[in-house]
């Protein structure tokens, strides 16, 4: 095994919580010493994209079918709502005297690692450069300037993560939540951009170095030492059904050598209390060279309509967590889950057009209330392989019954799974209360060991599925949550896995959702009436 692989797996087996210990993290919080959400580079020209909030008429179940959907011109005012959809904000929340913005991806923590970038070389939508988008301003940062010369003419977006605003709170185990992070805002965008009727391309070839550099996250000194940011992702926006040239890399660091730079990242803490240094070893560890450019053949799925077919548009800003779930509910109809499920499966339409590589994470369901269902254990495999390779390494006591389903669906163990899943999820109530919870199972030693940085593929997987399962629970008239802290090994423990070769990475929970009334609401960009 490689020294990066072999560093890349210490790091996880370090991060686990334990039902005797939690990963380590720091031993209190100061609420307000915490990291700035907002990232703003100073000394740069701002551009304003046009007020948010606009409604578009995209129904979310067109979004199953995206190729019908017709395209909107590729103008600032859609790229405005095009950013909005994916990073902007969605709400302001106030309890007592703290106020606290809420952004259409979710957030291990509302912490937000996650930054989006432009990088424009189409003159006639915006002088060629790369660009900072500011979600509490809704306005971009021109970063950089250069001369695009004879290069296509094309827009891309680029994310990173702020590691610190992450490891602030959750300490070591924080790595892990910014990829997370990352899947879900890659989601964000791909959902976003179907809506424009656009679609997303990852450029999965990409080196993080060269990300860094058409970014402009290697120049270090227009950062504070320890809130750096790490380049994660790079996509191409394709605004017509028409295929375009090849992606070439090379093209694009030959004209970003000649940019001019501007600004520099304003500090986001006061301090930096803790420190966390395990975090940037593992980050080295799980560097993404450049590799071969992969594109995946998906199959057309029909999925049955949504039960609450909202403008996507609609549907996308009024996603939220559930803090607590009603354990005393109707069941979850049985064509909703259904859906939701079949949602989760490789297919033609967003988020899985923005993603490059097959199925590596499984979904292990602990049902709790859904209508013509027995409570119990069950598992969705999400390619052919699944079953043949976990049923000779789960628990023996497992029934392997086939459920009747739209897809392949399997009963493990019928039961009464609430004090297990809350108890495995940290002992969090929103595990047990909802209609189900879910682990999501990864090839992992494998895929580590092939290569490092496959461990951040991995988390962004999950992710991306996380989001779709916040989007389909909305579309069912539910709700769901992200769950990052749960007992790793105890998970293992349950499923019978003795080793990691499988390792769940990421918890998820639907169900109806109750509200916190002591909880204020407020619309996202009052503050931006001009
Ligand atoms: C990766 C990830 C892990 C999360 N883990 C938890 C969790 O363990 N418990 C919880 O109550 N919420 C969890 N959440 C929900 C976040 O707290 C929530 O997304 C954040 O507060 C923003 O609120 P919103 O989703 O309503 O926009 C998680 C979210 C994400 C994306």
């Given at each position: 095994m490689s020294t990066s692989a072999t560093a890349v797996i210490q790091y996880h087996q370090r991060t686990k919580h334990n039902l005797n210990a939690y990963a380590k993290?720091?031993?209190?919080?100061?609420?307000?010493?915490?990291?700035?959400p907002f990232r703003r580079f100073s000394g740069c020209e701002t551009v304003d994209l046009p007020l948010p909030g606009v409604e578009l008429?995209?129904?979310?179940?067109?979004l199953d079918k995206p190729e019908q959907i017709a395209a909107r011109p590729l103008t600032l005012a859609n790229i405005g709502v095009l950013l909005e959809l994916s990073f902007g904000l969605s709400a302001w929340k106030q309890f007592g005297p703290d106020r606290w913005a809420l952004r259409c991806n979710p957030s291990s923590g509302n912490l937000h690692p996650t930054e989006a970038y432009l990088l424009c070389t189409d003159p006639a939508l915006l002088a060629p450069g790369a660009y900072h988008y500011v979600s509490h301003d809704h306005h971009l940062e021109r970063r950089s300037q250069f001369g695009a010369g004879d290069v296509q003419a094309e827009l891309y977006i680029g994310l990173s993560s702020i590691h610190w605003r992450e490891a602030w709170k959750?300490?070591?185990?924080?790595f892990r939540y910014c990829q997370h992070d990352i899947g879900h805002a890659l989601a964000a965008l791909s959902y976003a951009a179907a809506c424009l009727g656009w679609s997303v391309e990852l450029?999965?070839?990409?080196a993080d170095s060269d990300i860094a550099a058409w970014l402009g996250l290697?120049?270090?000194?227009?950062?504070v030492a320890t809130e750096h940011e790490a380049p994660d992702l790079f996509c191409r926006l394709h605004s017509d059904k028409a295929a375009s040239g090849d992606f070439s890399a090379a093209h694009l660091s030959q004209i970003s050598q000649s940019a001019e730079w501007f600004g520099k990242a304003e500090r986001?803490?006061?301090?930096?209390?803790?420190?966390?240094p395990i975090i940037d070893e593992v980050s080295g560890h799980a560097v993404k060279p450049s590799t071969a450019a992969e594109r995946l053949a998906l199959p057309n799925l029909d999925l049955p309509p949504?039960?609450?077919?909202?403008a996507a548009s609609q549907l996308i800003r009024q996603r939220r967590s559930a803090q607590?779930?009603?354990?005393?509910?109707?069941?979850?109809?049985l064509a909703d889950f259904q859906r939701m499920l079949a949602a989760l499966?490789?297919?033609?339409?967003p988020p899985f057009t923005a993603w490059n590589w097959s199925a590596q994470v499984h979904i292990v369901l602990f049902v709790?209330?859904?209508?013509?269902l027995e409570p119990g254990l069950y598992l969705l495999p999400r390619d052919a392989d699944a079953v043949t390779e976990l049923k000779p390494i789960c628990?023996?006591?497992?029934?392997?019954q086939v459920v009747d389903a739209p897809f392949e669906f399997y009963r493990l163990t019928v039961g009464n799974l609430r004090q297990a899943a809350k108890s495995l999820s940290c002992h969090q109530p929103i595990a047990s209360d909802s209609a189900f919870s879910l682990g999501m199972l990864a090839r992992f030693t494998p895929n580590v060991e092939a290569e490092a940085w496959r461990y951040r593929r991995l988390f962004w997987e999950c992710g991306m599925l996380g989001q779709i399962l916040y989007l389909e629970a909305e579309a069912a008239g539910v709700r769901g949550t992200g769950i990052g802290c749960f007992f790793d090994d105890a998970v293992h423990g349950v499923l019978g896995?003795?080793?990691?070769?499988?390792?769940?990475l990421y918890h998820f929970t639907i169900g109806e959702p109750l509200d916190d009334n002591r909880l204020q609401s407020f619309p996202a960009y009052t503050h931006l009436q001009r």
């Amino acid at each position: 095994m490689s020294t990066s692989a072999t560093a890349v797996i210490q790091y996880h087996q370090r991060t686990k919580h334990n039902l005797n210990a939690y990963a380590k993290g720091p031993e209190s919080l100061d609420w307000d010493d915490q990291p700035n959400p907002f990232r703003r580079f100073s000394g740069c020209e701002t551009v304003d994209l046009p007020l948010p909030g606009v409604e578009l008429d995209c129904m979310f179940a067109d979004l199953d079918k995206p190729e019908q959907i017709a395209a909107r011109p590729l103008t600032l005012a859609n790229i405005g709502v095009l950013l909005e959809l994916s990073f902007g904000l969605s709400a302001w929340k106030q309890f007592g005297p703290d106020r606290w913005a809420l952004r259409c991806n979710p957030s291990s923590g509302n912490l937000h690692p996650t930054e989006a970038y432009l990088l424009c070389t189409d003159p006639a939508l915006l002088a060629p450069g790369a660009y900072h988008y500011v979600s509490h301003d809704h306005h971009l940062e021109r970063r950089s300037q250069f001369g695009a010369g004879d290069v296509q003419a094309e827009l891309y977006i680029g994310l990173s993560s702020i590691h610190w605003r992450e490891a602030w709170k959750y300490g070591e185990r924080a790595f892990r939540y910014c990829q997370h992070d990352i899947g879900h805002a890659l989601a964000a965008l791909s959902y976003a951009a179907a809506c424009l009727g656009w679609s997303v391309e990852l450029l999965s070839e990409t080196a993080d170095s060269d990300i860094a550099a058409w970014l402009g996250l290697d120049r270090s000194d227009d950062f504070v030492a320890t809130e750096h940011e790490a380049p994660d992702l790079f996509c191409r926006l394709h605004s017509d059904k028409a295929a375009s040239g090849d992606f070439s890399a090379a093209h694009l660091s030959q004209i970003s050598q000649s940019a001019e730079w501007f600004g520099k990242a304003e500090r986001l803490s006061g301090r930096h209390f803790y420190r966390w240094p395990i975090i940037d070893e593992v980050s080295g560890h799980a560097v993404k060279p450049s590799t071969a450019a992969e594109r995946l053949a998906l199959p057309n799925l029909d999925l049955p309509p949504p039960s609450h077919n909202l403008a996507a548009s609609q549907l996308i800003r009024q996603r939220r967590s559930a803090q607590h779930f009603n354990g005393k509910s109707a069941d979850l109809p049985l064509a909703d889950f259904q859906r939701m499920l079949a949602a989760l499966l490789p297919n033609s339409k967003p988020p899985f057009t923005a993603w490059n590589w097959s199925a590596q994470v499984h979904i292990v369901l602990f049902v709790h209330r859904v209508a013509d269902l027995e409570p119990g254990l069950y598992l969705l495999p999400r390619d052919a392989d699944a079953v043949t390779e976990l049923k000779p390494i789960c628990s023996a006591d497992y029934e392997w019954q086939v459920v009747d389903a739209p897809f392949e669906f399997y009963r493990l163990t019928v039961g009464n799974l609430r004090q297990a899943a809350k108890s495995l999820s940290c002992h969090q109530p929103i595990a047990s209360d909802s209609a189900f919870s879910l682990g999501m199972l990864a090839r992992f030693t494998p895929n580590v060991e092939a290569e490092a940085w496959r461990y951040r593929r991995l988390f962004w997987e999950c992710g991306m599925l996380g989001q779709i399962l916040y989007l389909e629970a909305e579309a069912a008239g539910v709700r769901g949550t992200g769950i990052g802290c749960f007992f790793d090994d105890a998970v293992h423990g349950v499923l019978g896995l003795k080793d990691n070769d499988w390792q769940s990475l990421y918890h998820f929970t639907i169900g109806e959702p109750l509200d916190d009334n002591r909880l204020q609401s407020f619309p996202a960009y009052t503050h931006l009436q001009r």
